[in-house]
């Protein structure tokens, strides 16, 4: 028999929402910013670095941008 999905109160359910709305701008501003710093002549170890991400994930996002 399936467990029962448990849900929290609603309080809890739309902070839960709106840090999902954020994370989203947020990831969005990240990705500009790397286009931005790679535009203007960075690296891919350096914006890596600042931005605090792996510079796998520069250079997909370099990659997925084309």
Do not use: C, F, H
Not at 30 to 46: F, H, I, N, Q
Request: charged fraction near 35%; hydrophobic fraction near 40%; avoid cysteine.
């Amino acid at each position: 028999m399936p467990r029962r999905r448990e849900y929290p109160p609603e309080p809890a359910l739309q902070r839960l929402r709106e840090a999902g709305e954020k994370r989203a701008e947020a990831d969005a501003e990240l990705r500009a910013a790397v286009y931005a710093a790679k535009d203007a002549g960075g690296s891919v170890r350096v914006i890596a670095e600042e931005a605090r991400i792996s510079t796998n994930t520069v250079q997909v996002w370099l990659k997925q941008r084309k």
